[in-house]
């Protein structure tokens, strides 16, 4: 299993590991991880995404069409 990041917004994490789940069947965990994700800050999101899918992978929000700071040029 393997979920692939591209947008950092807490909410589309969130979406992603329950996406994940659902495509697993494990459709009876979806709320116990969707509690622990919104159970704190952005921090308490990442820490459970990376804990429920350890082999997560953070793809660049920066490509070609975004200056070094993510704006676009």
Do not use: C
């Amino acid at each position: 299993m393997s979920i692939k990041l591209t947008d950092g917004n807490a909410f589309a994490i969130i979406g992603a590991g329950r996406r994940e789940l659902q495509k697993l069947g494990r459709h009876d965990e979806i709320e116990a991880f969707t509690q622990e994700a919104t159970s704190g800050d952005y921090n308490q999101v990442l820490q459970t995404i990376i804990k429920w899918f350890p082999d997560v992978q953070v793809s660049s929000l920066y490509n070609s069409t975004n200056d070094t700071k993510g704006h676009p040029k």
